[in-house]
């Protein structure tokens, strides 16, 4: 069973930046779809970020959409997602899942991501 693992939370003051990584253990990435959700206290998880299996295509939430980038390195079983301009209401539980039945789509549906890591804690604020 895939086992997704998330790195790189932490404190960072708004404007700042932070680079979340999501590896997977004893399985491969390669032919799965990758999606970064987050869920912020008293809120609904929401869609963030989405990448096809070959990186080929990429989708974002409007809230972050040119403040985030979405990477993968399929070499070092990795996907990484790249925050900048980072503002208070980006704190949240940011979790990547993956799921190898469905496409990066725009709606970024959480019910079509089977495989869930445990999450991390990114907090913005000064």
């Known amino acids: 069973q895939l086992q997704l693992v998330e790195s790189g939370g932490g404190l960072v003051q708004p404007g700042g930046s932070l680079r979340l990584s999501c590896t997977a253990s004893?399985?491969?990435?390669?032919?799965?779809?990758i999606g970064w959700f987050r869920q912020a206290p008293g809120k609904e998880r929401e869609g963030v970020s989405c990448?096809?299996?070959?990186?080929?295509?990429?989708n974002y939430a409007d809230l972050v959409k040119s403040r985030f980038t979405i990477s993968r390195d399929n070499a070092k079983n990795t996907v990484y997602l790249q925050m900048n301009s980072l503002k208070p209401e980006d704190t949240a539980i940011y979790y990547c899942a993956a799921t190898a039945a469905f496409p990066c789509t725009p709606a970024m549906i959480s019910d079509d991501y089977a495989y869930w890591g445990q999450g991390t804690q990114v907090t913005v604020s000064s």
């Open positions: 004893v399985s491969t990435l390669d032919y799965y779809t």
């Open positions: 990448i096809s299996s070959s990186g080929g295509r990429t």
